[in-house]
């Protein structure tokens, strides 16, 4: 399960967001992934960066950045960015 609330907070001021958003979070709700490799099959836009995984929505417009427990099958959402807004954390970290 994702809180959604980080997803639609987003979508609210990019309204572009909110339908690929949201068809993410169905598609990682509805399965369960042991792995990132299994998780890359199903996702293939996705990339592990640290301790993150980094999730290409939208056709590459948007970034969600999350935390993956496959242990307790458990995803925290800890960032949604536009494009731009990524190329600036990212330059941070």
Known sequence: MISNKTLVEFA???????KPLQAWRKIVESNEFANFAQFKAIMNATDRV???????????????????????QML?????????????????Q
């Open 12 to 18: 609210k001021t990019h309204r572009a967001a909110g």
């Open 50 to 72: 640290g301790d993150f995984y980094v999730f290409d929505i939208g056709g590459n417009k948007f970034r969600v950045i999350a935390a993956i427990h496959f242990n307790r």
């Open 76 to 92: 925290f959402v800890r960032h949604v960015f536009t494009h731009a807004e990524y190329d600036q954390w990212s330059a941070r």
